[in-house]
């Protein structure tokens, strides 16, 4: 590429760029389509011929979805997304993949002024309420994929759906597709706001359990329905929730809050479990509660989930 054509390119870029920032999400699969021999390329380097290049470049799709606003040069987009593909490749090659949560997205400096942190927000904003309109097969693993720090493997992710790992690769892909055709001008809620509220309720729920009021709390604010699941298939009521709760507590395990996620119909809160001193062993080092809720906004549907496969912990928290 002769420099004159170097220069347009770049300029080019960064008005696409801009145009992405500000919503457009047509912009942004233009830049994805300029870009994506080279981004292939990086894949390629470093994974080698296979699907996971394909996953990968996916993957490294929704996350400039997803972050477009930290980007500081427009015209340096190309080396940006390169960028994003290489660490998700190096990261799928470490056997896990680490997807930011959106509500902690690096934001840009304020010096970029008040105009562009709204912008970012927006998009933020606009993102969530995309994946709401997703299916609920849909939207769940692209939530735990994207969104979560710890259930973001094929296998957990199969785990979590009750569905095989081919599965979960097609409905990712399905997403991520309908992601792409969505547009940023539909009314949107406040994503930050929805998360810090449900960090609290995360931890009001503790402690009630701790305070032996976890049964009188699911009564008030969950859904009378609330149901266990393993994977799609109910295997408990509410009485099992509490049973489950109570006996962990008694056998000295504690959980505290790492990270929420937190939609219109879909919560997900991710604990640090932690043993009693003098039997480190007892339980698994995280579980991940799944929560999908109802049309007042209550948990109705239940998944515990270990991120890491461990063989312990035999009431609250199922394999």
């Not at 996971?52 to 972050?67: F, I, K, P, Y």
Request: with cysteine; charged share 25%.
């Amino acid at each position: 590429m002769s420099p004159n054509a170097a220069d347009t390119a770049r300029l080019e870029d960064a008005v696409l760029t801009r145009a992405a920032q500000a919503g457009d999400v047509t912009a942004l699969g233009q830049l994805l389509e300029r870009h994506r021999a080279g981004m292939r390329a990086v894949a390629l380097s470093i994974l080698g011929p296979g699907p996971d290049v394909d996953d990968v470049l996916q993957d490294a799709a929704v996350t400039a979805l997803r972050r477009v606003g930290d980007v500081r040069d427009p015209a340096a987009i190309g080396a940006w997304l390169r960028m994003i593909v290489r660490n998700g490749a190096r990261s799928l090659l470490r056997g896990s993949v680490a997807f930011r949560p959106i509500d902690d997205l690096h934001l840009p400096s304020t010096d970029a002024g008040p105009e562009r942190l709204l912008e970012h927000h927006a998009m933020r904003d606009w993102v969530w309420e995309a994946v709401e309109e997703l299916s609920p097969a849909l939207r769940l693993p692209l939530v735990l994929r994207h969104f979560s720090t710890g259930v973001t493997s094929y296998e957990r992710i199969a785990d979590a759906c009750g569905v095989p790992v081919g599965t979960v690769r097609s409905r990712l892909s399905q997403g991520r597709a309908k992601l792409a055709t969505a547009t940023a001008d539909a009314p949107h809620g406040d994503t930050a706001r929805r998360t810090r509220a449900s960090r609290v309720e995360a931890r009001e729920t503790l402690a009630a359990a701790e305070s032996g009021r976890f049964g009188a709390l699911l009564t008030e604010r969950w859904s009378p329905e609330i149901a266990l699941l393993r994977g799609n298939e109910p295997v408990g009521d509410r009485s099992l929730l509490v049973r489950g709760m109570d006996g962990d507590l008694d056998a000295g395990v504690r959980q505290r809050l790492a990270h929420a996620v937190a939609g219109r119909s879909l919560v997900v809160w991710e604990m640090d479990l932690l043993a009693p001193a003098d039997d480190p062993d007892h339980c698994p080092p995280s579980v991940a509660w799944l929560m999908t809720l109802d049309d007042a906004g209550r948990p109705h549907r239940l998944r515990l989930l270990h991120p890491r496969p461990v063989q312990a912990l035999q009431s609250l928290t199922p394999m």
